[in-house]
């Protein structure tokens, strides 16, 4: 059974930088797709970075040039480099990882970014 276990979260001012690690196990493959999600209190979860295998990345458009999305195959880690962080960033974030057509998340870490 594949489980995703995050790392990383915490409190940290508006301006600071915070790095949340996941890594999976219990498997020998490599995801496809990994990624980070979060979800803010009354709202819906949203995609916030994606990499793929090859290193392709998508963003969502509130954290382009703030955040980096990379990822250790050898590892099955991926790692988010948040940067300028913002009080709207607030949220649990988690991690998710697709391997084929079989979708799986971590149990979530919070971010907390005081203003």
């Known amino acids: 059974q594949v489980q995703l276990v995050e790392s990383g979260g915490g409190l940290v001012q508006a301006g600071g930088s915070l790095r949340l690690s996941c890594a999976a196990s219990?498997?020998?493959?490599?995801?496809?797709?990994m990624g980070w999600y979060r979800q803010a209190p009354g709202k819906q979860r949203e995609s916030v970075a994606l990499?793929?295998?090859?290193?392709?990345?998508n963003y969502a458009d509130s954290v382009k040039g703030r955040f980096t999305i990379s990822r250790d195959n050898a590892k099955n880690t991926v790692y988010l480099q948040m940067n300028s962080l913002k009080p709207e960033d607030t949220a649990v974030y988690y991690c998710?990882?697709?391997?084929?057509?079989?979708?799986?998340w971590g149990q979530g870490t919070q971010v907390t970014v005081s203003s």
């Open positions: 998710n990882g697709l391997w084929g057509p079989s979708n799986y």
């Open positions: 219990g498997t020998i493959f490599s995801p496809y797709r």
């Open positions: 990499i793929t295998t090859d290193g392709s990345t």
